[in-house]
């Protein structure tokens, strides 16, 4: 188990560190730099811009060194936990990101719940009373949310909300509530603003995984076991649940670590739509902008815990199938 | 002994020897058997969900080539008198209750109401314009290389027809999802065509040869496969120089399209090749001197070709979404050239939304493509499952 464990750990932080160079990498080659948005910028200003200016703009934001230079020191200085300056903010990145980053954590957190929490026991129902009314439902539902595209959902159901119950959406907290101190009511209206982009971006996780579980769940109810402990008279709750579903979870369980790419990716375009304070809009307009730091530091970040999710995701797999451990 | 819905099974490489039939018995007998393409496209019938999905999605595609004819006005003709109107249903019944066979339409002129700052359009109800068909419109060329323009239905001047609607800038909305629908349409079979190169190939050498090239090649993929989509794809798309023109556009986003997808199409080929590497028409054609390019590309890849179709497919709905997602944030498909994710992006705008809802209809048509793509794959997969009866 130790020896699975530590194997997992060094491939988690081989892949980030990959991952880190590929993200710089690909900034890097970006045509267009933030100087050159700087200058523009102290053109319109009215300072004339001469070749001293140049320079020291360029040595202010460590652009006159050559690409793997900057690199490793962006790098030395992550580990350490300074990630470089936002040229646009003027502030260092730490300070932007810690919020959002955590807000962005605990919505895909949530959304991933929300996705298991309402699949699996769909899917349980799914498999034990197929081709009924409930399944043939349950399947339309599942459709629909492969086919529909999470931020045309969120329109229409921004739309819907303003429209029927002329609710303000958007962002977080309606106006009133923005700079007030926190209480019962600034709860329930974060909660009335919330629940759009959880719905949304659980919404486009919940076919694929109620029908895995069906599927799954269909072949292991075929199984001489189950037949075997029905003989044995256990009780059918019993039966399903416990000798059933533990072992159509399995496969679940590993689809668990491929789904989290689509919950942050959801995310980070509902995020975008609805103008939530997550990683995503920011993320997004450092893109337009070159924000170089800014850019690379949320897209190892998003990585980041992508890996981590994987990690977590292999431990749940080992912890739930012994075979594994002794690998 | 009645042979006659036998199946002659396997493609390519299979033995042509069955047992206790002389030669001539084999020869009568082949009267009445089906190639395994025949097999399949019978029980792909038997699916009614993927016959019609497959139905849907040719008129979808003929609705993409003929998107001209079928569009009474051009797709990115701007005009300030119609900025923003509602859908328009032609009518029978006149203002005086006299029933007219022949669907007609009434001229408007815009009025800004001043409380709310829209613009409402006034119809002037003193002339009837009715719906013509085959009318002459803007010039355009039919399949690409035939001058005309003659158009499926039209009003005259001053009248205009809008199905849709239009958008803030006056511009049909029923015209520009028909242009739209080039776009979307293929993007995803340029994608495809692409994955189906780069994961069929790679995967294929991964799995033959193994050892240290699989396992790097395995570690490649999973790595890719641990990043983020959406912000990888922000990221690739903001790399695109501003001045590409559509084309270039067009063909580099198909490229971002299809490098996450190829990651599990190579998974599955790799599993196959795998296995086909152990079986005897593989050892006995090594035996017998065949290079390896002949063997991967004579024997194992036919055998696979059925099972990448499917994974192929079942990638369009992915990158259909993909593609409508980027071109809505505004990393696709940029103005002037449009499609159905562009045409979303100018639906962004809450406030605007709300008295203007039709202009979600494009999110429609980019549902049911996805749906019809699913259903056929679905189908596909189930009509080549060589388990199923």
Not at chain 1, 211 to 235: C, F, H, S
Not at chain 1, 288 to 307: E, G, K, Q
Not at chain 2, 193 to 213: C, H, P
Not at chain 2, 351 to 362: D, E, G, H, K, Y
């Amino acid at each position: 188990m130790l020896s699975f464990l530590i194997r997992r750990f060094l491939y988690a932080i081989v892949t980030i560190f990959l991952i880190s160079v590929i993200g710089f990498t690909i900034i890097e080659i970006s045509p267009g730099s933030y100087l050159e948005v700087k200058i523009m910028q102290l053109e319109q200003q009215g300072t004339t811009t001469n070749e001293e200016i140049i320079e020291s703009i360029k040595r202010r934001y460590g652009l006159d060194k050559p690409a793997h230079e900057r690199y490793f020191i962006w790098a030395s200085g992550f580990i350490r936990g300074d990630f470089g300056e936002s040229f646009e903010y003027n502030q260092p990145v730490s300070e932007l990101i810690w919020d959002r980053l955590g807000f962005t954590v605990v919505l895909s957190t949530a959304a991933l719940l929300l996705t298991w929490l309402i699949a699996i026991p769909i899917g349980i129902y799914s498999a034990t009373h197929q081709y009924s009314l409930g399944d043939n439902f349950a399947t339309l539902i599942g459709l629909s949310g492969v086919s529909i595209p999470n931020f045309s959902l969120a329109l229409v159901l921004m739309v819907l909300m303003a429209r029927g119950f002329g609710q303000e959406v958007g962002g977080l907290y309606s106006s009133q509530y923005i700079d007030a101190p926190m209480s019962w009511d600034k709860l329930l209206d974060l909660a009335k603003h919330l629940w759009i982009p959880l719905f949304v971006i659980a919404f486009g996780g919940l076919a694929g995984l109620m029908r895995m579980m069906r599927g799954n769940l269909l072949d292991v109810l075929n199984m001489q076991y189950i037949q075997a402990a029905r003989a044995r008279g256990l009780p059918e709750e019993k039966v399903i649940l416990k000798h059933g579903v533990r072992n159509a979870i399995q496969p679940l369980v590993m689809l668990l670590g491929m789904s989290l790419p689509n919950i942050i990716s959801g995310a980070t375009v509902v995020s975008i739509v609805l103008n939530l304070p997550t990683v995503g809009p920011l993320y997004f307009h450092s893109l337009l902008t070159r924000d170089m730091y800014l850019s690379v530091t949320f897209l190892v970040f998003l990585a980041i815990m992508l890996v981590i999710g994987n990690l977590l995701a292999d431990l749940m797999l080992a912890w739930i199938d012994p075979r594994i451990r002794l690998d | 002994m009645s042979l006659k819905n036998a199946v002659e099974p396997g493609g390519a490489a299979t033995p042509s020897v069955v047992l206790g039939q002389t030669k001539e018995m084999s020869e009568k007998t082949e009267v009445g058997r089906l190639s395994l393409g025949q097999l399949m496209f019978r029980r792909f019938l038997r699916n009614r969900m993927a016959v019609m999905s497959s139905v849907v999605l040719i008129c979808m595609y003929l609705m993409a080539i003929f998107a001209d004819f079928l569009a009474p006005y051009e797709y990115n003709h701007r005009s300030e008198f119609d900025i923003l109107k509602a859908p328009q249903t032609p009518y029978f019944i006149d203002e005086f209750g006299k029933f007219s066979l022949r669907p007609f339409v009434y001229a408007t002129t815009p009025v800004l109401d001043t409380n709310t700052f829209r613009y409402i359009h006034k119809e002037d109800t003193s002339q009837k314009y009715y719906i013509k068909l085959f009318v002459h419109g803007y010039p355009y060329k039919l399949l690409g290389f035939i001058p005309t323009d003659i158009h499926l239905f039209g009003v005259d001047e001053p009248a205009k027809l809008f199905i849709f609607g239009t958008d803030s800038n006056g511009r049909d909305l029923y015209s520009r999802i028909l242009a739209g629908s080039r776009i979307s349409m293929t993007m995803g079979l340029v994608g495809v065509f692409i994955t189906i190169i780069m994961g069929a190939s790679l995967g294929t050498v991964s799995g033959y040869y193994g050892g240290i090239v699989d396992t790097l090649m395995q570690r490649g993929i999973e790595l890719l496969m641990s990043f983020p989509t959406v912000p990888l794809w922000a990221a690739l798309a903001a790399i695109f120089p501003q001045d590409w023109s559509p084309v270039q556009r067009y063909f580099a986003i198909s490229l971002i399209l299809s490098l996450v997808g190829w990651t599990g199409l190579a998974r599955q080929v790799r599993a196959k090749v795998l296995s086909y590497r152990e079986m005897d028409f593989a050892s006995s054609a090594k035996a017998i001197g065949a290079t390896d390019s002949r063997i991967i590309f004579y024997h194992m890849l036919p055998n696979a070709f059925s099972h990448i179709i499917i994974v192929a497919t079942l990638s369009i709905p992915g990158m259909i979404l993909t593609e409508t997602s980027l071109s809505f944030l505004g990393l696709g498909i940029l103005p002037p050239a449009t499609s159905w994710g562009a045409l979303l992006r100018d639906a962004q705008d809450v406030s605007v939304l709300l008295n203007s809802t039709w202009l979600l209809i494009p999110t429609i048509f980019v549902i049911i493509a996805v749906l019809a793509f699913n259903f056929v794959g679905d189908g596909l997969r189930d009509a080549a499952d060589p388990f199923a009866i």
